[in-house]
Protein backbone atom coordinates (compact mmCIF):
# COMPACT_ATOMS: atom_id res chain seq x y z
CA UNK A 1 0.00 0.00 0.00
CA UNK A 2 1.35 3.59 -1.06
CA UNK A 3 2.51 5.88 1.60
CA UNK A 4 -0.99 7.33 2.33
CA UNK A 5 -0.99 10.19 5.20
CA UNK A 6 -4.10 12.30 6.05
CA UNK A 7 -3.18 16.04 7.15
CA UNK A 8 -5.91 18.02 9.16
CA UNK A 9 -5.47 21.99 9.96
CA UNK A 10 -7.93 24.20 10.75
CA UNK A 11 -6.21 27.82 10.86
CA UNK A 12 -6.45 31.25 12.72
CA UNK A 13 -9.66 32.22 10.35
CA UNK A 14 -11.61 29.96 11.89
CA UNK A 15 -13.86 29.04 8.33
CA UNK A 16 -13.81 25.36 9.22
CA UNK A 17 -11.21 21.95 9.07
CA UNK A 18 -9.08 21.16 6.14
CA UNK A 19 -8.53 17.76 5.71
CA UNK A 20 -6.06 16.52 3.34
CA UNK A 21 -5.36 12.51 1.83
CA UNK A 22 -2.02 12.48 0.72
CA UNK A 23 0.94 10.25 -0.69
CA UNK A 24 3.85 10.65 0.49
CA UNK A 25 7.60 9.46 -0.33
CA UNK A 26 11.29 10.29 -0.70
CA UNK A 27 12.91 12.27 -1.05
CA UNK A 28 10.74 14.98 -2.74
CA UNK A 29 7.22 14.06 -3.16
CA UNK A 30 3.58 15.26 -1.95
CA UNK A 31 1.07 14.27 -3.98
CA UNK A 32 -2.71 15.59 -2.57
CA UNK A 33 -4.57 12.20 -3.08
CA UNK A 34 -8.47 14.10 -2.32
CA UNK A 35 -9.28 16.99 0.58
CA UNK A 36 -12.53 18.46 2.12
CA UNK A 37 -12.91 20.76 4.05
CA UNK A 38 -15.53 20.96 7.12
CA UNK A 39 -17.19 24.16 8.15
CA UNK A 40 -17.44 25.08 11.72
CA UNK A 41 -21.49 25.24 12.32
CA UNK A 42 -21.94 28.25 14.06
CA UNK A 43 -22.34 27.09 17.88
CA UNK A 44 -18.66 25.90 17.08
CA UNK A 45 -17.31 28.67 15.69
CA UNK A 46 -18.62 30.82 18.39
CA UNK A 47 -17.35 28.59 21.40
CA UNK A 48 -13.64 28.01 19.35
CA UNK A 49 -13.55 32.20 18.59
CA UNK A 50 -14.20 32.79 22.13
CA UNK A 51 -11.75 30.90 23.76
CA UNK A 52 -9.42 32.30 21.52
CA UNK A 53 -9.47 35.29 24.28
CA UNK A 54 -9.46 35.03 28.22
CA UNK A 55 -12.93 34.14 29.71
CA UNK A 56 -14.46 32.50 32.59
CA UNK A 57 -14.89 28.70 32.91
CA UNK A 58 -11.88 28.37 29.94
CA UNK A 59 -10.73 24.76 30.76
CA UNK A 60 -14.35 23.16 30.53
CA UNK A 61 -15.45 24.91 27.63
CA UNK A 62 -12.28 23.79 25.86
CA UNK A 63 -12.80 20.43 26.98
CA UNK A 64 -15.85 20.45 25.36
CA UNK A 65 -14.79 22.37 22.15
CA UNK A 66 -12.13 20.36 21.85
CA UNK A 67 -14.19 17.29 21.36
CA UNK A 68 -16.88 19.10 19.31
CA UNK A 69 -13.59 19.86 16.72
CA UNK A 70 -12.24 15.89 16.38
CA UNK A 71 -15.99 14.93 15.73
CA UNK A 72 -15.81 17.26 12.59
CA UNK A 73 -12.54 16.24 11.95
CA UNK A 74 -13.49 12.51 12.38
CA UNK A 75 -16.23 13.24 9.83
CA UNK A 76 -13.78 14.97 7.23
CA UNK A 77 -11.65 11.54 7.38
CA UNK A 78 -14.24 9.54 6.83
CA UNK A 79 -15.52 11.19 3.64
CA UNK A 80 -11.80 11.12 2.48
CA UNK A 81 -11.73 7.52 3.11
CA UNK A 82 -15.27 6.48 1.64
CA UNK A 83 -14.74 9.05 -1.68
CA UNK A 84 -11.64 6.89 -2.03
CA UNK A 85 -13.16 3.39 -1.06
CA UNK A 86 -10.38 3.19 1.48
CA UNK A 87 -9.97 1.50 4.73
CA UNK A 88 -8.40 2.70 7.65
CA UNK A 89 -5.38 0.95 7.83
CA UNK A 90 -4.81 1.96 4.51
CA UNK A 91 -3.50 5.04 6.45
CA UNK A 92 -0.21 5.30 8.13
CA UNK A 93 -1.54 8.37 10.56
CA UNK A 94 -3.02 11.60 10.70
CA UNK A 95 -1.43 14.35 11.81
CA UNK A 96 -4.02 16.58 12.90
CA UNK A 97 -2.87 20.68 13.71
CA UNK A 98 -6.40 20.88 16.11
CA UNK A 99 -7.21 24.24 16.86
CA UNK A 100 -5.32 27.38 18.45
CA UNK A 101 -6.71 29.18 20.96
CA UNK A 102 -3.86 30.86 22.37
CA UNK A 103 -0.66 31.57 21.45
CA UNK A 104 2.34 32.90 23.69
CA UNK A 105 5.77 31.68 22.93
CA UNK A 106 7.03 34.57 24.97
CA UNK A 107 5.67 32.61 27.64
CA UNK A 108 6.73 29.20 26.77
CA UNK A 109 3.29 27.64 25.36
CA UNK A 110 0.85 27.58 22.39
CA UNK A 111 -2.29 25.81 22.96
CA UNK A 112 -3.83 23.38 19.71
CA UNK A 113 -7.48 21.67 21.25
CA UNK A 114 -8.50 18.76 19.21
CA UNK A 115 -8.96 15.59 21.18
CA UNK A 116 -6.59 13.63 19.52
CA UNK A 117 -6.88 10.66 21.46
CA UNK A 118 -10.78 11.07 20.55
CA UNK A 119 -9.47 11.34 17.00
CA UNK A 120 -7.53 8.11 17.28
CA UNK A 121 -10.76 6.34 18.48
CA UNK A 122 -13.60 8.07 16.32
CA UNK A 123 -11.03 6.94 12.84
CA UNK A 124 -9.14 3.91 14.21
CA UNK A 125 -5.88 6.03 13.07
CA UNK A 126 -2.76 7.12 14.40
CA UNK A 127 -2.88 10.34 15.37
CA UNK A 128 0.04 12.67 15.70
CA UNK A 129 -1.24 16.25 17.44
CA UNK A 130 0.85 18.54 19.27
CA UNK A 131 3.01 19.53 17.33
CA UNK A 132 4.17 22.84 18.57
CA UNK A 133 5.26 21.83 22.25
CA UNK A 134 9.01 20.73 21.70
CA UNK A 135 9.59 23.19 19.71
CA UNK A 136 8.74 25.71 22.29
CA UNK A 137 10.39 23.65 24.98
CA UNK A 138 14.03 23.74 22.70
CA UNK A 139 13.39 27.52 23.05
CA UNK A 140 11.89 28.13 19.68
CA UNK A 141 8.81 30.43 18.61
CA UNK A 142 6.45 26.91 17.68
CA UNK A 143 5.52 28.72 14.50
CA UNK A 144 5.72 28.95 11.88
CA UNK A 145 6.17 25.27 11.23
CA UNK A 146 5.23 24.82 7.49
CA UNK A 147 8.20 26.29 6.44
CA UNK A 148 10.24 23.32 7.26
CA UNK A 149 8.01 21.64 4.73
CA UNK A 150 8.39 24.29 1.83
CA UNK A 151 11.95 23.70 2.40
CA UNK A 152 11.89 19.85 1.74
CA UNK A 153 9.15 20.14 -0.96
CA UNK A 154 9.85 23.38 -2.55
CA UNK A 155 13.69 24.34 -2.58
CA UNK A 156 15.17 24.98 -6.18
CA UNK A 157 18.84 24.40 -6.58
CA UNK A 158 19.07 27.28 -8.67
CA UNK A 159 16.23 30.00 -8.11
CA UNK A 160 15.73 31.74 -4.54
CA UNK A 161 12.14 31.95 -4.01
CA UNK A 162 9.62 33.19 -1.60
CA UNK A 163 6.38 31.48 -0.25
CA UNK A 164 3.65 33.34 1.52
CA UNK A 165 0.84 31.71 2.94
CA UNK A 166 -2.22 34.64 3.62
CA UNK A 167 -4.25 32.55 5.96
CA UNK A 168 -6.04 34.52 9.10
CA UNK A 169 -1.87 35.71 9.42
CA UNK A 170 0.33 35.76 7.16
CA UNK A 171 3.79 33.81 7.31
CA UNK A 172 6.90 34.09 4.75
CA UNK A 173 8.84 31.47 3.59
CA UNK A 174 12.66 32.14 1.80
CA UNK A 175 14.37 29.68 -0.28
CA UNK A 176 17.62 30.88 -1.69
CA UNK A 177 20.06 27.93 -2.19
CA UNK A 178 22.84 29.44 -1.26
CA UNK A 179 21.62 30.36 2.27
CA UNK A 180 19.62 28.16 4.91
CA UNK A 181 16.04 28.69 5.06
CA UNK A 182 14.45 31.97 6.95
CA UNK A 183 10.74 32.08 7.77
CA UNK A 184 8.35 34.46 10.02
CA UNK A 185 4.81 35.70 10.28
CA UNK A 186 5.26 38.89 9.14
CA UNK A 187 1.65 39.73 10.58
CA UNK A 188 -2.26 39.96 9.83
CA UNK A 189 -3.14 38.84 6.74
CA UNK A 190 -6.68 38.34 6.64
CA UNK A 191 -8.38 38.34 10.21
CA UNK A 192 -8.67 42.02 10.70
CA UNK A 193 -10.63 42.51 7.43
CA UNK A 194 -12.68 39.21 8.63
CA UNK A 195 -13.28 41.10 11.31
CA UNK A 196 -14.52 44.05 10.33
CA UNK A 197 -16.47 42.91 7.06
CA UNK A 198 -18.29 40.66 9.73
CA UNK A 199 -18.71 43.85 11.75
CA UNK A 200 -20.49 45.90 8.86
CA UNK A 201 -22.44 43.08 6.50
CA UNK A 202 -23.13 39.93 7.20
CA UNK A 203 -20.47 38.51 4.94
CA UNK A 204 -17.69 36.66 6.36
CA UNK A 205 -14.91 37.73 4.58
CA UNK A 206 -14.64 40.21 1.76
CA UNK A 207 -14.80 37.98 -1.47
CA UNK A 208 -12.58 39.05 -3.83
CA UNK A 209 -11.32 42.06 -1.90
CA UNK A 210 -14.06 43.92 -3.40
CA UNK A 211 -15.32 45.96 -0.88
CA UNK A 212 -12.01 46.98 0.24
CA UNK A 213 -11.61 48.15 -3.70
CA UNK A 214 -14.22 50.74 -3.40
CA UNK A 215 -12.68 52.40 -0.24
CA UNK A 216 -10.19 54.63 0.04
CA UNK A 217 -6.64 53.78 1.94
CA UNK A 218 -6.39 56.26 5.12
CA UNK A 219 -2.14 56.93 5.04
CA UNK A 220 -2.81 57.79 8.59
CA UNK A 221 -4.56 54.94 9.84
CA UNK A 222 -1.96 52.93 7.97
CA UNK A 223 1.10 54.87 9.89
CA UNK A 224 -0.73 54.29 13.11
CA UNK A 225 -0.84 50.68 12.51
CA UNK A 226 2.80 49.93 10.77
CA UNK A 227 4.19 52.20 13.91
CA UNK A 228 3.53 48.62 15.45
CA UNK A 229 6.91 47.20 17.06
CA UNK A 230 5.76 43.85 15.62
CA UNK A 231 6.78 44.78 12.70
CA UNK A 232 10.32 46.06 12.64
CA UNK A 233 11.14 42.76 15.12
CA UNK A 234 13.21 40.66 13.43
CA UNK A 235 12.87 37.24 12.97
CA UNK A 236 12.43 34.29 14.73
CA UNK A 237 8.61 35.74 15.12
CA UNK A 238 5.19 34.82 15.37
CA UNK A 239 2.53 35.77 16.01
CA UNK A 240 -1.65 35.67 16.40
CA UNK A 241 -5.14 36.75 17.37
CA UNK A 242 -3.70 37.48 21.33
CA UNK A 243 -2.03 40.43 19.40
CA UNK A 244 -3.69 41.41 16.18
CA UNK A 245 -7.37 41.20 17.64
CA UNK A 246 -10.56 43.89 17.61
CA UNK A 247 -9.35 46.33 20.24
CA UNK A 248 -5.99 46.63 18.45
CA UNK A 249 -7.77 47.80 15.62
CA UNK A 250 -10.25 49.97 17.53
CA UNK A 251 -7.40 51.52 19.96
CA UNK A 252 -5.97 52.83 16.58
CA UNK A 253 -9.04 53.59 15.20
CA UNK A 254 -9.52 55.78 18.47
CA UNK A 255 -6.29 57.98 18.08
CA UNK A 256 -7.28 59.31 14.62
CA UNK A 257 -7.91 63.01 13.58
CA UNK A 258 -11.30 61.89 11.96
CA UNK A 259 -13.85 59.62 11.36
CA UNK A 260 -13.51 57.23 8.09
CA UNK A 261 -16.28 55.29 6.33
CA UNK A 262 -15.74 52.01 6.86
CA UNK A 263 -14.82 50.91 3.09
CA UNK A 264 -12.09 53.16 3.67
CA UNK A 265 -11.00 50.70 6.82
CA UNK A 266 -11.21 47.99 4.85
CA UNK A 267 -9.19 49.25 2.04
CA UNK A 268 -6.06 50.61 4.58
CA UNK A 269 -6.40 46.79 6.46
CA UNK A 270 -5.75 45.44 3.03
CA UNK A 271 -3.04 47.76 2.32
CA UNK A 272 -1.53 46.82 5.65
CA UNK A 273 -1.51 43.51 4.87
CA UNK A 274 -0.05 43.69 1.34
CA UNK A 275 2.41 46.49 2.52
CA UNK A 276 3.82 44.62 5.81
CA UNK A 277 4.18 41.36 3.09
CA UNK A 278 5.89 43.57 0.48
CA UNK A 279 8.33 45.51 3.44
CA UNK A 280 8.99 41.69 4.72
CA UNK A 281 9.87 40.15 1.08
CA UNK A 282 12.12 43.88 0.56
CA UNK A 283 13.88 43.29 4.46
CA UNK A 284 14.52 39.69 4.41
CA UNK A 285 14.24 38.05 0.38
CA UNK A 286 16.71 40.34 -1.05
CA UNK A 287 18.27 37.81 -3.62
CA UNK A 288 14.77 36.13 -4.27
CA UNK A 289 13.39 36.26 -7.89
CA UNK A 290 9.50 35.17 -7.43
CA UNK A 291 6.96 35.01 -4.84
CA UNK A 292 4.20 32.61 -4.52
CA UNK A 293 1.29 32.47 -2.66
CA UNK A 294 -0.80 30.24 -1.05
CA UNK A 295 -4.08 30.47 1.67
CA UNK A 296 -7.52 31.71 1.24
CA UNK A 297 -5.57 35.06 0.49
CA UNK A 298 -4.57 33.94 -2.95
CA UNK A 299 -8.21 34.06 -3.83
CA UNK A 300 -8.51 37.92 -2.58
CA UNK A 301 -7.84 39.35 -6.25
CA UNK A 302 -7.75 43.08 -5.12
CA UNK A 303 -5.15 42.08 -2.31
CA UNK A 304 -3.01 40.08 -5.39
CA UNK A 305 -3.19 43.35 -7.54
CA UNK A 306 -1.75 45.53 -4.49
CA UNK A 307 1.12 43.02 -3.58
CA UNK A 308 2.17 42.67 -7.16
CA UNK A 309 2.40 46.52 -7.62
CA UNK A 310 4.35 46.81 -4.61
CA UNK A 311 6.85 43.48 -5.24
CA UNK A 312 6.90 45.15 -8.85
CA UNK A 313 9.71 44.04 -10.59
CA UNK A 314 9.32 40.66 -8.98
CA UNK A 315 7.13 37.83 -10.53
CA UNK A 316 3.84 36.90 -8.26
CA UNK A 317 1.88 33.73 -8.77
CA UNK A 318 0.23 31.01 -6.97
CA UNK A 319 1.23 28.42 -5.37
CA UNK A 320 -0.59 26.03 -8.08
CA UNK A 321 2.62 27.12 -10.79
CA UNK A 322 4.87 24.69 -8.46
CA UNK A 323 2.55 21.94 -8.48
CA UNK A 324 0.75 22.46 -5.39
CA UNK A 325 -2.92 23.56 -4.85
CA UNK A 326 -2.91 26.98 -2.41
CA UNK A 327 -6.21 26.08 -0.64
CA UNK A 328 -4.35 22.89 0.89
CA UNK A 329 -0.58 23.53 1.37
CA UNK A 330 -1.01 23.59 5.31
CA UNK A 331 -3.47 20.42 5.56
CA UNK A 332 -0.82 18.38 2.97
CA UNK A 333 2.30 20.14 5.88
CA UNK A 334 0.53 18.43 8.22
CA UNK A 335 0.06 15.03 6.84
CA UNK A 336 4.17 15.79 6.18
CA UNK A 337 4.15 16.44 9.79
CA UNK A 338 3.39 12.79 10.88
CA UNK A 339 5.26 11.18 8.38
CA UNK A 340 8.58 13.03 10.09
CA UNK A 341 7.18 11.99 13.27
CA UNK A 342 6.64 8.31 12.18
CA UNK A 343 10.17 8.35 10.84
CA UNK A 344 11.81 9.86 13.59
CA UNK A 345 12.52 12.91 11.47
CA UNK A 346 12.81 16.65 13.22
CA UNK A 347 10.07 18.44 12.02
CA UNK A 348 11.01 22.05 13.16
CA UNK A 349 13.26 24.42 11.29
CA UNK A 350 15.34 26.10 13.96
CA UNK A 351 16.69 28.95 11.43
CA UNK A 352 13.23 30.00 11.08
CA UNK A 353 11.46 29.05 14.88
CA UNK A 354 14.81 29.98 16.96
CA UNK A 355 14.66 26.21 18.68
CA UNK A 356 18.15 25.38 19.84
CA UNK A 357 18.29 22.35 17.33
CA UNK A 358 16.56 20.30 15.21
CA UNK A 359 13.59 18.13 17.16
CA UNK A 360 10.99 15.30 16.56
CA UNK A 361 7.88 16.94 16.57
CA UNK A 362 4.40 15.94 17.74
CA UNK A 363 2.75 13.12 20.54
CA UNK A 364 1.18 9.58 19.07
CA UNK A 365 -1.78 8.26 19.93
CA UNK A 366 -1.74 4.88 18.49
CA UNK A 367 -5.07 3.37 16.83
N1 LIG B 1 -12.90 34.44 -2.43
C1 LIG B 1 -12.22 35.03 -1.45
N2 LIG B 1 -11.97 36.36 -1.49
C2 LIG B 1 -11.27 36.97 -0.51
N3 LIG B 1 -10.81 36.34 0.57
C3 LIG B 1 -11.02 35.01 0.68
C4 LIG B 1 -11.74 34.29 -0.31
N4 LIG B 1 -11.80 32.98 0.07
C5 LIG B 1 -11.15 32.91 1.27
N5 LIG B 1 -10.69 34.11 1.63
C6 LIG B 1 -9.97 34.48 2.86
O1 LIG B 1 -9.18 33.40 3.28
C7 LIG B 1 -9.42 33.11 4.67
C8 LIG B 1 -9.18 31.67 4.95
O2 LIG B 1 -7.85 31.38 4.62
P1 LIG B 1 -7.11 30.10 5.17
O3 LIG B 1 -8.06 28.96 5.19
O4 LIG B 1 -5.83 29.98 4.43
O5 LIG B 1 -6.81 30.58 6.66
P2 LIG B 1 -6.39 29.73 7.92
O6 LIG B 1 -5.72 28.48 7.50
O7 LIG B 1 -7.57 29.65 8.80
O8 LIG B 1 -5.34 30.72 8.63
P3 LIG B 1 -3.80 30.54 9.09
O9 LIG B 1 -3.01 30.17 7.89
O10 LIG B 1 -3.48 31.87 9.66
O11 LIG B 1 -3.81 29.48 10.16
C9 LIG B 1 -10.87 33.54 4.87
O12 LIG B 1 -11.10 33.84 6.23
C10 LIG B 1 -10.96 34.78 3.97
O13 LIG B 1 -10.51 35.92 4.64
C1 LIG C 1 0.15 29.39 16.54
C2 LIG C 1 -0.48 29.18 15.21
O1 LIG C 1 -1.41 28.43 15.07
N1 LIG C 1 0.09 29.87 14.21
C3 LIG C 1 -0.37 29.73 12.83
C4 LIG C 1 -1.00 31.03 12.32
O2 LIG C 1 -1.44 30.86 10.98
C5 LIG C 1 -0.40 31.30 10.10
C6 LIG C 1 0.71 31.62 11.03
O3 LIG C 1 -0.01 32.03 12.20
C7 LIG C 1 1.59 30.40 11.38
O4 LIG C 1 2.54 30.84 12.33
C8 LIG C 1 0.81 29.26 12.04
O5 LIG C 1 0.34 28.25 11.20
C9 LIG C 1 1.05 27.55 10.24
C10 LIG C 1 0.35 26.32 9.90
C11 LIG C 1 2.52 27.23 10.59
O6 LIG C 1 2.84 26.88 11.73
O7 LIG C 1 3.34 27.28 9.68
Redesign the pocket.
Known amino acids: MANLYVGI ?1 S ?2 SLDGIDVALVELSAPQQAKLIDACCIPFPEPVYADLLALCSPGADEIRRAGMAGQNWARLAAAGVQQLLERNALLPTDIMAIGS ?1 GQ ?1 IR ?1 HPELGF ?1 S ?1 IGAPALLAELTSISVIADF ?1 SRDLAAGGE ?6 AFHEWLLRSPDEARTLV ?1 I ?5 LTILDPEQPVVGF ?1 SGP ?1 NVLMDYWIQLHGSKPYDAGGNWARSGEVSAELLDLMQSDPYFRRQGPK ?3 REYFHPAWLRHKLDNLTAVLPPQDIQATLLELTAQTISQAVARSAATTKSVFICGGGARNQFLLERLESLLDPLPLATTTQLGVDPDWM ?1 AI ?1 FAWLAWRCLERQPGNQPEVTGACGARILGAHYPA
Open positions: MGTHTHSQRGAPLVPNGGFANDGSTGEA
